[in-house]
């Protein structure tokens, strides 16, 4: 979805106050493509992007922060600092920035360090498109293995289809996992088998 096109349906989702306040912010983003540092103070854009749950609700915050991450163009250096400095909302945030802005490797190590955390929300944007893009096959398959464990829907892990297809390593770590589930007398996942017969799939 095109940046305009976000923009747009957002404003008409906010109420008249949050509608102004994001477009002064996303108007400032665009004049003042800065990455932040922290020894220097916080840029505006920045201290919107930390405000942006009170300023347009808890709803809508992760589409207002990646649209102004967006705006100011915000290269893999200036996610980084975001991400180390950031709440879990705003690392979030950048976690789904990622497609929208990095197109090689270089934000991979934000995904590895969301993939071992236990936030299932961070966890969900973690296995979004940039890591389906991104990812080599032991992580990727490892993230699958995870949002499993956590309860994260394996409809968040994009790409998984086509990377699950034909892939016996994975079969093999799922079938192992449901092993350990049953013995240990809990319930296989029904999201597992999905995955598994997607593995099977030529």
């Known amino acids: 979805m095109t940046y305009d096109t976000v923009r747009d349906r957002l404003g008409a989702a906010l109420d008249p106050d949050a ?3 994001l ?17 220097h103070g916080f840029t505006t854009w920045e201290l919107r992007f930390a405000e942006a749950g009170r300023r347009a609700g808890d709803e809508h915050a992760d589409a207002v922060r990646v649209l102004l991450l967006r705006a100011v163009r915000a290269d893999p250096a200036t ?13 979030r945030a950048v976690l789904l920035a990622l497609p929208h802005l990095v197109t090689g490797p270089e934000a991979r190590p934000l ?14 944007a973690a296995v979004g498109p940039y890591a389906a893009a991104h ?6 398959r490892h ?3 995870k949002c499993l464990f956590t309860g994260v829907p ?8 086509e990377r ?14 449901a092993a350990e589930r049953t013995a240990a007398g809990r319930p296989v996942p029904d999201d597992l088998h999905r995955v598994l017969a997607l593995t099977k799939e030529s």
């Open 79 to 91: 996610l980084t600092t975001l991400y180390d400095h950031g709440t879990a909302a705003e690392r």
């Open 143 to 145: 993230a699958v293995l």
């Open 111 to 124: 995904v590895e360090d969301a993939l071992r955390a236990n936030d299932t929300r961070l966890l969900a």
């Open 23 to 39: 477009h002064d912010a996303l108007a400032d983003a665009a004049d003042h493509p800065v990455a932040p540092n922290p020894e």
């Open 154 to 161: 394996v409809k968040a892990v994009a790409g998984l289809a």
């Open 164 to 177: 699950a297809r034909g892939d016996g390593e994975l079969a093999r770590m799922l079938a192992d996992f």
């Open 135 to 140: 990812l080599p096959a032991p992580a990727w």
């Open 19 to 21: 509608r102004a306040w």
